[in-house]
């Protein structure tokens, strides 16, 4: 939601994931939280990292997309740009954020080790 209105279609913006491998797809005991089941494969840090860029980059093109479109006969309305815009804006302050802690974490264990 943005300053109180949130854009209609948005979910038409929306990127829904693809499981790309068998081994980042997880069943789940329908906990919240969702621990997997006993004898499935988990995904690794890297792959979930991975996934999170692609996703990041995924979204960054739609909002190009619907800022592109913005003139022409099939635009998405002005909420919609907004919301796309917005989304990846947060998708890449979140991915900052972890590069940032990524990187405080690498450097204590410098620290450590020193």
Same mark, same amino acid.
């Given at each position: 939601m943005l300053n109180g209105i949130q854009p209609a279609s948005i979910g038409r913006i929306q990127h829904t994931p693809q499981v790309t491998t068998a081994r980042s797809a997880q069943t789940t005991t329908g906990i919240p939280g969702g621990a997997p089941v006993e004898g499935t494969p988990q995904a !690794?840090?890297?792959?979930?990292?991975?996934? +999170?860029? $692609? /996703?990041?980059?995924?979204? $960054? /093109?739609?909002?190009? /997309?619907?800022? =592109? +479109?913005? &003139? +022409?006969q099939h =635009?998405? &309305?002005? =909420?919609?740009?907004? &919301? =796309?815009?917005?989304? !990846?804006d947060l998708a890449f302050r979140t991915m900052l954020e972890v590069h940032n802690k990524l990187v405080q974490a690498y450097q204590e264990i410098q620290h450590i080790v020193d």
């Open positions: !690794t840090f890297k792959e979930m990292l991975l996934d +999170s860029i $692609r /996703q990041a980059n995924v979204l $960054r /093109q739609d909002a190009d /997309q619907a800022v =592109a +479109s913005l &003139g +022409s =635009a998405a &309305g002005p =909420a919609e740009v907004l &919301g =796309a815009v917005e989304q !990846t």
